[in-house]
C-alpha cells in the first residue's frame, strides 16, 4: 500500500530522493506542503503520462545503449517511474536493461559510469567486509547478487566491469518479479582482473591485478559471506558470472550451508529443464527416455546436466542411469575416461568412447533426441548437425543458448529450414518468428528471466534456510505448466514475455507451496498461498504523504 508518512525531507533534497521523487505528479497541496513550489513546471501531471513522455525519449534514441543510459538515468531519478516503465511493456524493455544489451553495456561499463548504484567490495577491505556492509543505507537487505566479473556473458574476464549483471539482474528482480527494489543490492567484488587491455585503460574502474590465489580468494569469500549474514541475515545471496571454476565450487560449498544459488548454474539448467518438459509434452515423450547431447562443459553446461539428473531422478530412474544418458563436449573434445584434463565434476560424464573433437560424429554416435548448445561457440551447429539431428528424431530438440546472440550454436531460422520445420527450438536470445513454407515458427527464448525472478519472490515470502535443487526444479516444472496447448501446437516453448509478471507471481506461488509442504519455510503458512504472494508484490505507484 502507498505509505501515507511525510516525506523524510523538502524542496530539493526530496526531489534529488529517487525513491520518493515524482516529478511532475507532485500534486498542488503536496507542492505547498513540501517545498517544491516554483521548482516545477505548473502542471500536475499522472504517472501514466509521464510514462508516455519517457516512451518517446525512448523512441527518439538511435540505440539500445542510448536508451540503456537514458533509463540507468530515470532509476536515479525517480525509482517509481522508471519499475512502471519497465513493468509497462517488459518484453520491450526488458532486452534493454538486461540482455543483450548488457553485454555492450558491460564492455564500457567504466567509460559510461555515471553514480554508483550498489557496493564495490574490493580486496583491499579484507579484513573489514562487515563494517563496509554496514555502509548500505537498507538494514533489511533480502537478496544480494554477486559477481567478480570473471565470466560476463561470453565477453570473459571483464572485473568491475561487470558490475552491470547484478545491477539489471536485480532490475529484473523487480520488473519480473516485483519483488520490492529497496531490499535488492547488488555487489561487485573486486578481486582484480586477468584483462590486461582494462588494466590499461585510464577509464578502468577497479583493481589494476591480477586475481589473487585461489587459497586468498576462498578465504575473502568466506569472510564476505559471513558478513552477510550478520549484517542481513534473512538475505538470498545470487552468485553471478563466476569463472566457471569459481562458480562451481562455490555453490557446492555453500549450497547446504545459506541461502543462496547460482543462476549461471542453476538458473540456466531450469529454463532449459523447463523448455525440454514442454518440448517432451508435445513430442509426448517422458524426460527418462531422453539421450542430451551436449557442446559446452562448463559451468552451465555440467549445472544444467545435473538438474537434468536429479529431474530424471524423481522420475525413478536410476543416477547411473541418468548420467548414461547425457553426454558431454568441450572446446577439447568429448569427455571420455582417458582424458587427464577433467574437472571432477566434469569426470562425473566421462564416457568410456574413443576421443573425438568431430561434433556431427557425436550426433551420429551418440544418437541424442536432444542437442544443448552452451559453448559460446557460434555456428557450431552446422547444416550437417541439425540434419543429423532430424535424420534421428522426427522432432529434434535444439538448444543454442550461448549468450551473446553472436555466439549463439546456431540462429532460429537455420535451425528450422535445415530441420524442415521439425525442430523444436530454443535461443538464449529472443529470435524472430521464420516463416517457412507457408508456415510460421515462433522460437523460444531459453532466458532466465523465467526462473530467477519468480524464484527470488518465493524466497523473499518463505525464507528457507537452503535453497535446494528440488526447489529449482519445482520452478521450471511450474514455468512448463504456463505454455497452454494451444501455444505448445504453435512450436512455443516458454510462456510470452509479455506476461512475465503473471508467470512469475504463478510460479512463486507454485514454487513457495512447494518449499511449504517440504516444511522448509520458517514463516507461517498463510490459508491462500497465491493471494499472500500478491499482498508482498511491489507496485510502482506513487507514495501518499
Not at 497541496?29 to 503520462?49: I, K
Not at 512447494?514 to 503458512?525: L, P, S, W
Request: proline letters at 6%; aromatic letters at 8%; one cysteine or more.
Amino acid at each position: 500500500m502507498p505509505s501515507t508518512t511525510p516525506p523524510p525531507a523538502r524542496g530539493m533534497s526530496l526531489l534529488n530522493d529517487a525513491r520518493l521523487n515524482k516529478g511532475t505528479a507532485f500534486t498542488t497541496e503536496e507542492r505547498r506542503l513540501y517545498g517544491l513550489e516554483g521548482l516545477l513546471p505548473t502542471h500536475v501531471e499522472s504517472l501514466d503520462r509521464q510514462v508516455e513522455r519517457v516512451q518517446r525519449h525512448l523512441d527518439a534514441k538511435p540505440n539500445d545503449l542510448e536508451r540503456y543510459i537514458y533509463l540507468s538515468g530515470l532509476r536515479d531519478q525517480n525509482e517509481t517511474l522508471f519499475f512502471r516503465v519497465l513493468m509497462s511493456n517488459p518484453a520491450k524493455f526488458v532486452p534493454i536493461v538486461y540482455a543483450p544489451t548488457l553485454a555492450t553495456v558491460c564492455k564500457q561499463f567504466s567509460h559510461i559510469y555515471r553514480r554508483p548504484r550498489g557496493m564495490y567490495i574490493s580486496l583491499e577491505m579484507k579484513g573489514r567486509i562487515e563494517e563496509v556492509l554496514r555502509n548500505w543505507p537498507v538494514t533489511d537487505v533480502r537478496a544480494i547478487c554477486v559477481t567478480t566479473g570473471g565470466r560476463i556473458l561470453g565477453l570473459g574476464d571483464i572485473g568491475v566491469n561487470g558490475m552491470g549483471i547484478p545491477i539489471g539482474k536485480l532490475h529484473l528482480y523487480t520488473a519480473c518479479g516485483a519483488v520490492p527494489p529497496d531490499v535488492l543490492l547488488p555487489i561487485q567484488l573486486d578481486i582484480g582482473t586477468t584483462n590486461t587491455a582494462l588494466r590499461a585503460d585510464p577509464l578502468y574502474l577497479g583493481l589494476r591485478r591480477e586475481p589473487p590465489s585461489e587459497e586468498v580468494l576462498d578465504e575473502f569469500v568466506e569472510e564476505f559471506i559471513q558478513a552477510v549474514r550478520a549484517v542481513f541475515p534473512r538475505c538470498v545471496i545470487h552468485f553471478e558470472d563466476w569463472k566457471g571454476t569459481d562458480a562451481i565450487r562455490y555453490l557446492e560449498k555453500y549450497q547446504d550451508r545459506i541461502r543462496c544459488y547460482n543462476d549461471d548454474i542453476q538458473g540456466t539448467a531450469a529454463v532449459t529443464l523447463a523448455g525440454l518438459i514442454t518440448a517432451l509434452k508435445i513430442k509426448g515423450e517422458s524426460l527418462a527416455d531422453q539421450r542430451v547431447l551436449f557442446l559446452g562443459a562448463g559451468s552451465s553446461g555440467l549445472g544444467t546436466a545435473d538438474m537434468l539428473v536429479s529431474a530424471m531422478k524423481l522420475e525413478g530412474v536410476s543416477e547411473e542411469d541418468a548420467i548414461s544418458r547425457i553426454t558431454l563436449m568441450d572446446v577439447n573434445g568429448l569427455l571420455e575416461t582417458s582424458r587427464t584434463d577433467l574437472s571432477p565434476q566434469q569426470a562425473r560424464y566421462a564416457k568410456t568412447m574413443p576421443a573425438s573433437k568431430d561434433l556431427l560424429a557425436m550426433v551420429k554416435t551418440v544418437k541424442p533426441t536432444v542437442l544443448v548448445g552452451v559453448s559460446t561457440a557460434g555456428g557450431a551447429f552446422t547444416q550437417d548437425v541439425v540434419e543429423a539431428m532430424s535424420a534421428l528424431n522426427e522432432r529434434p530438440v535444439i538448444f543454442a543458448l550461448s549468450l551473446p546472440g553472436t555466439n549463439a550454436e546456431c540462429t532460429a531460422e537455420q535451425a528450422y529450414t535445415w530441420s524442415n520445420g521439425r525442430a523444436l527450438f530454443a535461443a538464449g536470445i529472443q529470435f524472430p518468428e521464420v516463416t517457412l513454407n507457408d508456415k510460421t515458427f515462433y522460437p523460444g527464448q531459453a532466458n532466465n528471466f523465467y526462473i530467477f525472478p519468480a524464484l527470488a519472490l518465493a524466497v523473499y515470502a518463505t525464507c528457507p534456510d537452503v535453497i535446494t535443487n528440488e526447489m529449482v526444479i519445482e520452478a521450471a516444472r511450474a514455468l512448463a505448466d504456463q505454455v497452454s496447448p494451444i501455444s505448445q501446437e504453435r512450436g512455443r516453448l516458454f510462456p510470452p514475455q509479455s506476461d512475465i509478471l503473471e508467470v512469475s507471481i504463478t510460479s512463486a506461488a507454485r514454487i513457495a507451496e512447494f518449499i511449504f509442504e517440504k516444511g522448509a519455510a520458517t514463516v507461517d503458512r498463510p490459508t491462500d498461498i497465491r493471494a499472500w504472494i500478491e499482498s508482498l508484490t511491489y507496485s510502482p505507484r506513487y507514495a501518499e504523504f
